[in-house]
């Protein structure tokens, strides 16, 4: 089937700092991969997408590529703001509307 | 000029209670979505419409039942509420098989 995997746990960095998170995936075909971001008491948000292999997302100074070879798609900033604490999640989208995302990962950036 | 938004934003009952929630979207979009996020922020697809039909029903209790009164409208009606209800739910709407765009999230707490 298709699924999401997430490093476990919050990760919490300071200010002016890198940051990744990891993501993995299974999926059969080829899939669309996002990252949504999820600011505090707010609904998900679109952060970037990728649509086919070696694709390049990029917003607000993050990125993720699309490794087919390693089915990865990691998230990275080179860095943080403290405004970018939040919980973020990966997600893939197979050929239908279905789209399965991973447990998230709150980000805590301090000052 | 909210995009995808819900109503109520905080929902607190009592168990045993029937309740609805709200959702409209104004982007034009033909695919709408109702999703859980429990306590841990998992996130679970429950129900998804095309067009006024049901595309996605996945293992979801009957007391839960959606309502799509038109493409731009679907209600969650739950009967019968019970204390493992409590969670955050969020509609989603998008076009075609391009990405879903999320409302701000209702809270339902069911005491």
């Known amino acids: 089937g298709n699924s999401v995997t997430q490093m476990e746990g919050p990760v919490t960095l300071s200010e002016e700092a890198f940051l990744t998170i990891n993501c993995t995936y299974t999926?059969?075909?080829?899939?669309?991969l996002f990252w949504y971001v999820q600011y505090p008491g707010e609904g998900l948000q679109l952060l970037l997408k990728?649509?086919?292999?070696?694709d390049k997302g990029s917003n607000k100074g993050f990125e993720a590529t699309y490794r087919k070879e390693t089915t990865s798609f990691h998230l990275e900033k080179g860095s943080v703001q403290v405004s970018d604490s939040a919980v973020y999640f990966c997600?893939?989208?197979?050929?239908?509307?279905?789209?399965?995302f991973g447990k998230g990962n709150q980000v805590v950036v301090i000052p | 000029d909210t995009a995808v938004s819900q109503t109520p934003k905080y929902l607190v009952t009592q168990m045993g209670n029937d309740k609805s929630i709200k959702c409209e979207q104004n982007?034009?979009?033909?695919?709408m979505y109702w999703y859980k996020q429990d306590s841990k922020k998992f996130l679970k697809i429950m129900f998804s419409?095309?067009?006024?039909?049901?595309?996605i029903n996945e293992t979801v209790p009957n007391r839960f039942s959606p309502k799509s009164p038109d493409k731009a409208h679907l209600n969650l009606h739950i009967n019968s509420l019970e204390l493992g209800d409590s969670a955050v739910y969020f509609c989603?709407?998008?076009?075609?098989?391009?990405?879903?765009?999320f409302g701000p999230g209702t809270r339902l707490t069911v005491t």
């Open positions: 989603a709407s998008s076009q075609d098989l391009h990405e879903q765009y």
């Open positions: 999926a059969t075909g080829y899939p669309s």
């Open positions: 990728a649509t086919k292999a070696d």
């Open positions: 997600a893939l989208k197979p050929g239908n509307n279905r789209l399965a």
């Open positions: 982007l034009g979009h033909d695919t």
């Open positions: 419409y095309n067009n006024k039909e049901l595309i």
